[in-house]
């Protein structure tokens, strides 16, 4: 049983959090999904309802390496806050110390830029959001941002596209640790047609005309 | 502006409601979220975190057609909860009451069994999740249910297949209420190819061996 931190902030990206959420659940003996943000309680996505938080990052940092930070998978969603996350010190730092013991790290959409603000991506093959490319390429030059991407795998980390990428992401981080045909079982049972090549990505051309 | 009525209830299916507010959010201006369940508060998803239900059922009966029922489009998702609730009179009767008023009712995966539960679907065309599709039948015999359909429009109904077609219905109704282009632009920033044929439906076969 893995542990998985879906991490909220703010107007999150519905899409980039429930995507993903969606495909771990079909294997509902295979993961636990545990929703983290600074604070306890409601967290308002982006034009829609608010996700409740069950853990706050400072319960992890007061419980240090012993009992905090015990989590196997992160998901990071991007979304109209990541705008202001970047320059959330204490969500950048609990990333950086849950990147450091996680098994796996995805995210979606600007997720990833998250993930380069904290630290954790420079040097990395990573991909985001295709509307928003050039500010996310931009804003962390340090990574070997990949333009031409569904997701990307590299390592530790599976970052993917903008938004419906993640279901695609989600599948094949499915795939990597409970084999093909888990991942297409879960694409059956929510009734999605796999994307499972990364480098299908009908998208990039957006981000190209938009460069 | 359209008031959107997302209603909840213990163990929906996460997709089934993010997958269309997803796509209802990227046009703020043309839509307003409001979440409603039997009770305010959280509302646990099936295998996933708890959202929070902003109004009740009761909220909208005691306020009655004055000021109660005051939305122009029902989102109505199935999930595991939808075995309990098929026998729950509070929320059929919210359904029935508020379909009545509404515009547009719209629902994902086994969503339009509570429907035909709440008696507004008899002889109307209609579809569900091709993974339970055989016993939802058995449960409302008088709905012309089409098993071949990633989401049959019939009149002010927008039912959808399961999960993750609820994204393509929700396109769907953008196009019908905001036009063609809205709808290809909603595609495009949740970087979603779109299925705009609503007979194309790669798991009626699913459903078909399982019959």
């Given at each position: 049983?893995?542990?998985?931190?879906?991490?909220?902030?703010?107007?999150?990206?519905?899409?980039?959090l429930?995507?993903?959420?969606?495909?771990f659940?079909?294997?509902?003996?295979?993961?636990q999904?545990?929703?983290?943000?600074?604070?306890?309680?409601?967290?308002?996505?982006?034009?829609?309802?608010a996700?409740?938080?069950?853990?706050?990052?400072a319960?992890?940092?007061?419980?240090?390496?012993?009992r905090?930070?015990?989590?196997?998978?992160l998901?990071?969603?991007?979304?109209?806050?990541?705008?202001?996350?970047?320059d959330?010190?204490s969500l950048?730092?609990?990333?950086?110390?849950?990147?450091?013991?996680?098994?796996?790290?995805?995210?979606v959409?600007?997720?990833?830029?998250l993930?380069?603000?904290?630290?954790?991506?420079?040097?990395?093959?990573?991909?985001?959001?295709?509307?928003?490319?050039?500010?996310?390429?931009?804003?962390?030059?340090?990574?070997?941002?990949?333009?031409?991407?569904?997701?990307v795998?590299?390592?530790?980390f599976?970052?993917?596209?903008?938004?419906?990428?993640?279901?695609?992401?989600?599948?094949?981080?499915?795939?990597?640790l409970?084999?093909?045909?888990?991942?297409?079982d879960?694409?059956?049972?929510?009734?999605h047609?796999r994307?499972?090549?990364?480098?299908n990505?009908?998208?990039?051309a957006?981000?190209?005309?938009?460069?």
């Amino acid at each position: 049983m893995r542990k998985i931190a879906a991490v909220l902030f703010e107007d999150f990206e519905m899409l980039d959090l429930y995507g993903p959420l969606e495909i771990f659940s079909t294997h509902r003996d295979a993961y636990q999904i545990v929703t983290v943000a600074e604070t306890t309680g409601p967290v308002r996505a982006s034009g829609g309802p608010a996700t409740l938080a069950e853990r706050s990052f400072a319960q992890d940092v007061e419980q240090g390496s012993d009992r905090g930070f015990d989590y196997d998978l992160l998901l990071v969603p991007g979304g109209r806050g990541v705008r202001t996350q970047i320059d959330n010190p204490s969500l950048l730092s609990w990333l950086s110390q849950a990147v450091g013991v996680a098994e796996l790290t995805t995210s979606v959409c600007t997720g990833s830029l998250l993930l380069a603000k904290a630290g954790v991506l420079n040097g990395h093959r990573a991909t985001t959001n295709k509307n928003a490319f050039d500010w996310v390429v931009g804003q962390a030059p340090d990574v070997n941002w990949q333009r031409q991407a569904r997701w990307v795998e590299d390592g530790a980390f599976f970052t993917s596209s903008g938004v419906s990428a993640g279901i695609d992401m989600a599948l094949a981080v499915t795939e990597h640790l409970l084999g093909a045909q888990a991942a297409q079982d879960a694409a059956d049972i929510a009734e999605h047609v796999r994307n499972a090549d990364p480098r299908n990505d009908p998208f990039a051309a957006i981000s190209g005309a938009r460069a």
